[in-house]
């Protein structure tokens, strides 16, 4: 094993070795004592995908404003709720609340505004996944990146 390959299975935030095929077992199997499937507008990818999307989005939106949702507003620009999107990814239609600001200055990078396509989102969303990341820690990535 390479020393990239080690880094790439490191836990981010602890340091921890990372067991990805146990991990993705686990999520397998919960989703299947669970009754739902892999794939599909309710499958499992697709909710993870959602999930990690609307972390970012959320990220992205405080850095924009400066501040967390109902902290003190600067500058008087403050969230005002959210409109529904369906982006079409590579396990199909994902539904998703995108953030808005009363000065509609928020151009969100993760999911551009008027976009409807996006790739390469899954790939990303599993691989973050399979590493342990929690939706706060993967909007943190988001952020850094």
Do not use: C, W, Y
Not at 35 to 44: K, R, T, Y
Not at 51 to 62: D, F, G, H, P, Q
Not at 109 to 116: E, H, L
């Amino acid at each position: 094993m390479t020393m990239t390959e080690i880094v790439e299975m490191m836990d981010p935030v602890t340091g921890e070795l990372i067991d990805q095929q146990k991990l993705a077992e686990q999520l397998f199997k919960q989703a299947e004592e669970q009754g739902v499937s892999l794939v599909g507008p309710e499958g499992l990818l697709n909710g993870l995908t959602k999930r990690v999307l609307e972390t970012a989005l959320e990220a992205e939106m405080t850095e924009h404003l400066g501040h967390e949702n109902h902290g003190a507003t600067a500058g008087g620009n403050e969230r005002n709720g959210t409109r529904s999107n369906t982006v079409l990814t590579e396990v199909g239609p994902v539904q998703i609340e995108v953030p808005r600001d009363r000065e509609s200055s928020f151009d969100p990078v993760i999911v551009p505004k008027r976009k409807r396509r996006l790739s390469g989102v899954d790939q990303i969303v599993l691989s973050l996944t399979a590493r342990g990341l929690t939706t706060g820690e993967v909007a943190a990535h988001f952020e850094e990146v």
